[in-house]
């Protein structure tokens, strides 16, 4: 099964973007960050004419993560457990495949601005809430994916400028540490199982010349649990979608799974 993420910054500007896109790639599960949208402004019904059912979260002019899927999802969570948050930031759903419950955790990652700032704290917060509730979930969930925007570039080769960038929001050490602890839940970057071209990103800034200066950062990540490691056939960034007009400034991660 294939199951992709996408930040489309505002599925109100980029939804036939989504449905050209699913035309083309019709994956099993597509997780949507950054909606920008309420619950009742979701397209619902254009998305099931597309053949995929929708578990979403929403939230009016910012925010907002939705599942995407093909076949029905269960026991939908939103939100992390125990951390009071007034954003639309995760969602949490379990899909059953022919291999057994496979739970999906999409979320669109605190940006956090800049080292120092209220937001940043926030991000730290945010971020040691997400780690704590994950251990739950991987002990509950044995089959698991964490994907997502986690505005995190996990090591030099996943920026552009590793040196200029360093220390500034999305390179700091904790967040990278952050990024890491993930990792020692027990969870791969499914992205690295591969060789990749050199300067493999997934999102690029809108201003000067980003994405043709291919001046990007790899901040959308998909994370597997152990049991599915074996079972992970690629991990791929596609770059199409961010040529289009009007794109949004985020790439399609696409993983693929043996079900």
């Known amino acids: 099964m294939k199951i992709s993420t996408w930040n489309v910054n505002s599925l109100t500007a980029r939804l036939q973007h989504v449905l050209d896109w699913l035309i083309a790639n019709p994956v099993d599960v597509l997780c949507l960050q950054e909606l920008k949208m309420s619950d009742d402004k979701f397209p619902l019904d254009v998305l099931k004419s597309a053949g995929y059912e929708a578990a979403v979260f929403g939230q009016k002019t910012y925010n907002g993560v939705a599942i995407l899927s093909r076949t029905p999802v269960r026991d939908v969570v939103k939100n992390i457990g125990g951390f009071t948050d007034e954003h639309s930031r995760v969602i949490s759903a379990t899909l059953d495949t022919p291999a057994g419950p496979l739970r999906i955790v999409n979320g669109y990652f605190v940006n956090g601005q800049a080292p120092g700032s209220d937001k940043f704290a926030y991000k730290m917060n945010w971020l040691r809430a997400l780690h704590d509730w994950l251990q739950g979930e991987l002990a509950a969930h044995p089959q698991l994916v964490l994907l997502g925007d986690f505005n995190i570039a996990p090591e030099d080769r996943d920026s552009f400028d590793p040196v200029g960038l360093a220390e500034t929001i999305h390179h700091t050490t904790e967040e990278r540490d952050h990024f890491k602890g993930l990792l020692q839940l027990g969870l791969t970057d499914g992205f690295r ?28 990540h998909v994370l597997v649990s152990a049991p599915l490691v074996p079972r992970v056939k690629s991990c791929m960034i596609d770059r199409v979608p961010r040529k289009w007009e009007k794109p949004s400034d985020h790439a399609p991660v696409t993983i693929e799974i043996d079900a």
């Open 193 to 220: 199982l591969f060789d990749q071209p050199e300067k493999s990103y997934s999102w690029w800034d809108y201003r000067m010349l980003g994405y043709q200066k291919n001046r990007g950062l790899r901040i959308d």
